[in-house]
């Protein structure tokens, strides 16, 4: 099988909620739930966090050295160079792409993306974001390694949202360059936000982890609990999700 890493976005000067990936839910940081999240896919063989090489984020890498995963610094306005450093370093055969303030991630919903990509009829990229039907805060992005390098050769130099945004080029600029396969839900459930961008998005994910019978709980039992309580999925009801 191919070497598959998990790369995962993490920054402590995100704008509308500074430092939110060590903000504490339930005893542990965001950045804590999330890689715990990613070690139990058993489709992932390593986790690396890619942050950047500013001082502001010296914190990050100290939670990742005691977390004990990998730890990748880059340019904070280059992500797909950042990601690509991560991927040649960790000799990744297949990237699965990620952001760190996904606290209620799933190994089983990330273990069906990667296998998606893997097995069956060939493709580029795998993701459960072409077509929105789980909640937001599960999303996950699962490419070949070729896929980053020719995107990092495709795209002009920073700052632009090509390189901003890293696989950016592949939807909405060189579509049919890319061979796409989208996952799934079995229902529709892209109403609820469980990612953290704003107060309002923690104090969600605070709610849903203090309520849960067991904190790392997979995606089946959190949606039911969300679903048995729409007065926590109201809190953020009204955030919007920034544009690319």
Request: aromatic share 6%.
């Amino acid at each position: 099988m191919p070497k598959t890493v998990a790369i995962t976005q993490a920054r402590m000067t995100s704008t509308r909620l500074p430092g939110k990936v060590l903000r504490v839910a339930g005893g542990r940081t965001l950045l804590e739930w999330h890689v715990e999240r990613l070690k139990r896919c058993r489709a992932i063989d390593e986790v690396v966090v890619a942050t950047t090489t500013n001082q502001s984020d010296d914190p990050i890498v100290e939670a990742a050295r005691k977390l004990s995963v990998g730890c990748h610094r880059g340019s904070e306005d280059d992500v797909l160079d950042r990601f690509l450093g991560a991927a040649r370093a960790a000799k990744a055969q297949v990237v699965v792409r990620v952001t760190s303030d996904c606290a209620l991630w799933d190994p089983a919903v990330g273990a069906k993306v990667i296998e998606c990509l893997t097995r069956g009829q060939p493709a580029d990229i795998a993701s459960n974001v072409i077509e929105r039907t789980y909640p937001r805060g599960l999303d996950t992005e699962v490419f070949w390694m070729d896929v980053l390098e020719r995107l990092n050769r495709l795209a002009p130099p920073p700052p632009c949202p090509q390189r901003e945004h890293v696989t950016f080029m592949a939807y909405r600029q060189h579509d049919s360059l890319f061979l796409k396969k989208s996952v799934k839900d079995s229902t529709g459930n892209s109403d609820l936000r469980w990612c953290v961008d704003t107060p309002e998005d923690m104090k969600v994910i605070e709610a849903i982890i203090a309520g849960l019978k067991d904190p790392f709980a997979a995606y089946p039992e959190i949606l039911a609990f969300a679903r048995s309580h729409p007065e926590i999925s109201a809190i953020n009801a009204e955030v919007r999700q920034k544009t690319e």
